[in-house]
């Protein structure tokens, strides 16, 4: 009997008041066929109703794949777990789904990525739930939001649980009745190959969190082939797992791409293709951000300024010094920017999802390279929440993984928010100050614990375009001064707190100001040459 189905009939399966786990980032590997056709469903029989979604990382975004906001219906979505939502610019129209959230019409959920993942797994297996030190502190904490979005997720999630002598926060597995994953190839018995994705992601975890607990698996794919013909080595989920496939040939690899060989590792780029930073302020922070690596690092990298410097080692010939692991799964390679953030060409190798996040949870790797919205007084950092903007950012994702027991961390960002900005003699000249100060006495979402990071040790750094700053035991230390910044108008007067500052406060190299080359070195030793002394 054949498994495939019209994305129609996929749709009709969901029942009212279904838990449904969809396996997507962003526009990476989404179902957006089948997602859609539940929407339309709901529109044209008023079924199904007050659905529960769960989204390990994120389904769609603003720039052509809906995702979650086919299902951003009143009456349609009932509640949704999240590891991050929607998001662009502040002038572009709010997508549905943080309408929602705003007036209340769902009960919604920011969960920390790799928690979410580990909830699927901990169902799978039949077990109560995940217990972990990931989030503690951090909004996913009970005694702050415990993940909460809106008053309308008022039913906690998370509790605080005394075990073995220690705190931890414990999340109950929610055991989902359909997961809907992607993948490019089925065979007829439902075998899914991924030649054409950009990353696994979870879909293995979520079928197996379906399937054994006697829910049902649709599988959405580009095209079907004859059994017998995948290899064994390239089936990423079994057909046993699979129920349903709906077949979308036109399915996109990931926002506004089609396809890129590349991406899937099909073919590698050459190196000379990968365009350079643009020469602005942005790249003068992504530069100082580089001078942090070392030769021979593991490093994560996040989006914002950060998402530059892979193109800073490549630009200074030290590409492949760094080896760049990122959530959605690629290690090694260069990992791509804008529309095709979570990809990485050129890869070594591809990660699922989930056991990345193992990687991240547990600071395997040697460094993670990050933005900020705001940082305040304890060193904490909000990347997750901008009640002014909500769908400004898209929530945490693996944020709150990654920091939890990360060796460094490298923070970036601008001083204030709303700055005028110019490069000039050789260093910064702020033509304009902006009127958002973005060092405050207490953030308003705290997505990074810096008390956290003092007692366990971590070495932390914020590199903003004026100063560099550093954690302590005593709070922020200014410990890098730019050229052009005046420490008192344009630092410390700009920040809600005090800040301490170095007694060896240095000057950061203007070489960094220049349209050239910087002579950047990963060698363990000081970059530029010494010039940063």
Known sequence: MSKVVSAAQAAGLIRDGMIVSVSSSSGLGCPDAVLAAIGER?????????????????????????????????GLLKRTLCGSYPSGPSSSEPPQIWKMIGDNSVAAYNVPSGILFDMHREAAAKRPGVLTKVGLDTFADPRHQGCAMNAAASEPIVSVQQFDGEEWLYFRSIVPHVAIIRATTADERGNLTYEHEGAYLGGLEQALAARNNGGVVIAQVKRVVENGTLKPHDVRVPGVLIDHIVVAPDQLQTTLTPYDPAISGEIFRPLSSFRNAEMNVQK???????????????????????????????????????????????????????????????????????????????????????????????????VSKLSARPHVTAGAGGFVDITARAKKIVFSGFFNAGAKLSLADGGIRIDQEGKVKKIVSEVEHISFSGKRAVAQGQDITYVTERCVMKLTPDGLVVTELAPGIDL??????????????????????????????????????????????
């Open 284 to 382: 003068v922070i992504a530069r100082r951000v580089a001078m942090e690596l070392r030769d021979g690092m593991a490093v994560n990298i996040g989006f914002g300024i950060s998402a530059n410097v892979p193109r800073i080692l490549l630009e200074e010939g030290q590409h492949g010094k760094v080896t760049w692991v990122i959530e959605q799964g690629a290690v090694g390679g260069v990992p791509l920017l804008d529309f095709k953030f979570g990809c990485a060409s050129n890869a070594e190798a591809i990660m699922p999802s989930p056991h990345q996040f193992i990687y991240f949870q547990a600071g395997g790797f040697d460094a993670s390279l990050l933005s900020f919205l705001q940082i305040d007084r304890h060193g904490s950092v909000n």
């Open 488 to 533: 008192q108008r344009d630092v410390l007067a700009q920040a809600e707190i005090p800040l301490g500052i170095a007694k060896d406060l240095k000057t950061t190299p203007e070489a960094l100001y220049q349209d050239r080359l910087i002579g950047l070195t990963l060698n363990g030793g000081a970059s530029l040459g010494g010039a940063h002394d």
């Open 42 to 74: 709901f529109d044209s029989e008023g079924h199904p109703k007050d659905i529960t979604t769960l989204h390990p990382i994120a389904a769609g975004d603003m720039y052509g794949i809906k995702g979650i906001d086919h299902l951003a219906k009143p």
